[in-house]
Nanobody, 122 residues
Framework: QVQLVESGGGLVQAGGSLRLSCAGS????????MGWFRQAPGKERDFVAH????????SYADSVKGRFTISRDNAKNTVYLQMNSLKPEDTAVYYC???????????????WGQGTQVTVSS
């Protein structure tokens, strides 16, 4: 069992930066692939990035590649999402999730945080 709590969301102007954190509980946190997803109002939950347990395998959605960076610190049971050059279209609720493999399909992740709102103004 893994419990996840996101933080770091907020309101930022276009071109600005935010860093999201996702703190996990449970001794098995480091064995999971960790993913970030986002969901805008009226839209599906979209893949943003995922990172393997060892941080050796990382993948990003094309829409965020070059602007977002995912990382994790297993000693702190925490995964991060550094978001730079933010755009209004990045506005969404951001969720972290834990899963057994590096899927981009949100339905294959087992554990979810409650989400944190990111709003980018133009």
């Amino acid at each position: 069992q893994v419990q996840l709590v996101e933080s770091g969301g907020g309101l930022v102007q276009a071109g600005g930066s935010l860093r999201l954190s996702c703190a996990g509980s449970g001794r098995t946190f480091s064995s999971y692939v960790m993913g970030w997803f986002r969901q805008a109002p009226g839209k599906e939950r979209d893949f943003v990035a995922h990172i393997s347990w060892s941080s050796t395998s990382i993948s990003y959605a094309d829409s965020v590649k070059g602007r977002f960076t995912i990382s994790r610190d297993n000693a702190k049971n925490t995964v991060y999402l550094q978001m730079n050059s933010l755009k209004p279209e990045d506005t969404a609720v951001y969720y972290c999730a834990a899963g057994p493999r590096a899927y981009t399909d949100y339905r294959k992740y087992n554990y979810w945080g409650q989400g944190t709102q990111v709003t980018v103004s133009s």
